[in-house]
T-cell receptor, first 110, second 115 residues
Framework: GQQLNQSPQSMFIQEGEDVSMNCTSSSIFNTWLWYKQDPGEGPVLLIALYKAGELTSNGRLTAQFGITRKDSFLNISASIPSDVGIYFCAGQLGAGKSTFGDGTTLTVKP | NAGVMQNPRHLVRRRGQEARLRCSPMKGHSHVYWYRQLPEEGLKFMVYLQKENIIDESGMPKERFSAEFPKEGPSILRIQQVVRGDSAAYFC?????????????FGQGTRLTVV
């Protein structure tokens, strides 16, 4: 089946720094999604990308759908303590069913 | 507009018992997905359902697991004769009908512990 490689696995940064994480796949996706999961909660959708090359922002978050349709990145600018959590990328080929990466755990030091 | 509702939030079962997990999708959503998450891992797709139909069950174990989404009422994920390896967080997601943006919204999950 399809697999996503998400990196880095974890990040420890200082408050105010920028963050970048990415996902790569051996096969193409039609939609890329980025989620954040807090402990004990379900994933919350941050950004959805629908077209190759698309660059979308949501506040301090920016994500891009790679031209090859096999990768995506998420940037967080000027990190704050509440950015702490696990970030997941997910790719969709057909309607709704998603393949998830294993997550990037973000720790922000005040 | 209530989100995806899952219950119970926590479920403890002894080995050999049955576990029933419930999911009510968001209003207007007709597609339901179930995922399983083991500690420190990503979510793994299990099954995709529409009302009264299983569309894709490629991620479901062949035995003991079943899912339904009846015409009325919530979607149910049923695990028979649970074993310790079934302990995980089970998440339900829902999305609008085909043709709309297909991103799925998740519930808070049911954490199953098999003792």
């Amino acid at each position: 089946g399809q697999q996503l490689n998400q990196s880095p696995q974890s990040m420890f940064i200082q408050e105010g720094e920028d963050v970048s994480m990415n996902c790569t796949s051996s096969s193409i996706f039609n939609t890329w999604l980025w989620y954040k999961q807090d402990p004990g909660e379900g994933p919350v959708l941050l950004i959805a990308l629908y077209k190759a090359g698309e660059l979308t922002s949501n506040g301090r978050l920016t994500a891009q759908f790679g031209i090859t349709r096999k990768d995506s990145f998420l940037n967080i600018s000027a990190s704050i303590p509440s950015d702490v959590g696990i970030y997941f990328c997910a790719g969709q080929l057909g309607a709704g069913k998603s393949t998830f990466g294993d997550g990037t755990t973000l720790t922000v030091k005040p | 507009n209530a989100g995806v509702m899952q219950n119970p939030r926590h479920l403890v079962r002894r080995r050999g018992q049955e576990a029933r997990l419930r999911c009510s999708p968001m209003k207007g959503h007709s597609h339901v997905y179930w995922y399983r998450q083991l500690p420190e891992e990503g979510l793994k797709f299990m099954v995709y359902l529409q009302k009264e139909n299983i569309i894709d069950e490629s991620g479901m174990p062949k035995e003991r697991f079943s899912a339904e989404f009846p015409k009325e009422g919530p979607s149910i994920l049923r695990i028979q004769q649970v074993v310790r390896g079934d302990s995980a967080a089970y998440f339900c997601a829902s999305s609008p009908p085909t043709g709309w943006n297909t991103e799925a919204f998740f519930g808070q999950g049911t954490r199953l512990t098999v003792v």
